[in-house]
């Protein structure tokens, strides 16, 4: 997609809080809709088109929960391409609707790569060999496609740049949701935390478990901080993991990703890892469109080394 093509769904489907998606089947519409709930639209997808205007005009109310409302519309339903062109004609006159109506597209060759590799039946003509029901599909289509606002070609984008495309939609950054930035310590003893997007292991670190005094303490006391601050492996060691989640973070901030857990492991999970987790947290607080907190799964249990 062309850069000034990009910047016209933007301001399209920005403006507008009534949003159909339609068009190809395989050309990414289940992804588009997901990326606009992502931003906050009720989403509902293969709505019957009779019932557009009923949830349009529910839409409209001022006791509606939510006035932004995406709708996938397609050939799964049969009237869909007799009904479709009339009902939306009758969407655009409805006052202070603002509806927006946009058509995703592939080429014939990422269509049926994409349902070679799904291996699902194309539901437009489930009895035809794909590469029929492609092509009848588009011709079938025209018209509908003569009424979108925009058009959208997914031909060369994975999944995960199509669902930038639509997250790129919303203007009001406010509304987008936000990164939740997990730091969890955690110990090597009690095995990996399954829900753990990235892993350090900080086992090499001086262990203040054979620091006299120290053993019966956490990574959250004065004594425990003191001890690791002073060991120029953990300068270090903190130093470049904070470059290193500062380059990162933002990359999955951009991808759209709603949740990131960062575990940091030690033995028992009682003395280095929560010293860690716990700096990781203040060091990541104050960062755009990220929610941060902070997890210790292993802090109670019984001390080890």
């Known amino acids: 997609m062309s850069a000034a093509k990009a910047r016209r769904l933007r301001s399209r489907a920005a403006s507008a ?4 998606l339609t068009g190809q089947s395989g050309a990414g519409k289940s992804q588009a809709i997901r990326a606009l709930e992502d931003l906050g639209y009720y989403c509902v997808d293969n709505l019957p088109v009779a019932l557009l ?3 349009a005009n529910l839409s409209q109310r001022e006791d509606a929960d939510n006035p932004k409302v995406a709708v996938v519309v397609d050939v799964r339903e049969k009237r869909f391409l007799t009904e479709f062109p009339r009902v939306y004609r009758a969407l655009r006159k409805i006052t202070g609707l603002n509806p927006a109506l946009i058509f995703l597209e592939a080429s014939e060759a990422a269509l049926l790569r994409r349902f070679s590799e799904t291996r699902r039946p194309h539901p437009f003509a489930p009895g035809l060999p794909v590469a029929d029901a492609v092509r009848d599909e588009r ?8 009424l979108a606002d925009e058009t959208v070609d997914t031909s060369d984008l994975t999944v995960h740049e199509l669902r930038q495309v639509f997250l790129a ?5 406010k509304k987008r949701a936000r990164l939740v930035l997990t730091f969890e310590s955690f110990g090597f003893k009690h095995g990996l ?3 753990a997007d990235l892993v350090f292991d900080a086992r090499f670190l001086p262990n203040p478990h054979f620091v006299p005094g120290l053993r019966p303490k956490t990574g959250r006391d004065a004594g425990v901080k003191a001890y690791l601050r002073r060991q120029p492996a953990t300068r270090q060691f903190v130093k470049k993991l904070i470059a290193f989640l500062r380059f990162l973070v ?10 990131l857990t960062v575990a940091v492991g030690c033995t028992g999970g009682r003395h280095r890892s929560v010293y860690l987790a716990e700096l990781l947290r203040r060091e990541f607080a104050g960062l755009a469109a990220v929610t941060t907190r902070v997890r210790h799964r292993d802090i109670g249990k019984e001390s080890g080394a």
């Not at 011709?139 to 003569?146: D, E, G, P, S, Y």
């Not at 939609?169 to 950054?173: A, H, K, M, P």
């Open 53 to 55: 205007p009923v949830l």
């Open 250 to 259: 933002p990359q999955y901030v951009t991808e759209g990703k709603s949740y």
């Open 193 to 195: 935390p399954l829900d």
């Open 169 to 173: 939609v919303s203007r009001d950054r």
């Open 17 to 20: 809080n009534f949003v159909v």
């Open 139 to 146: 011709v079938k289509l025209a018209k509908i496609r003569a």
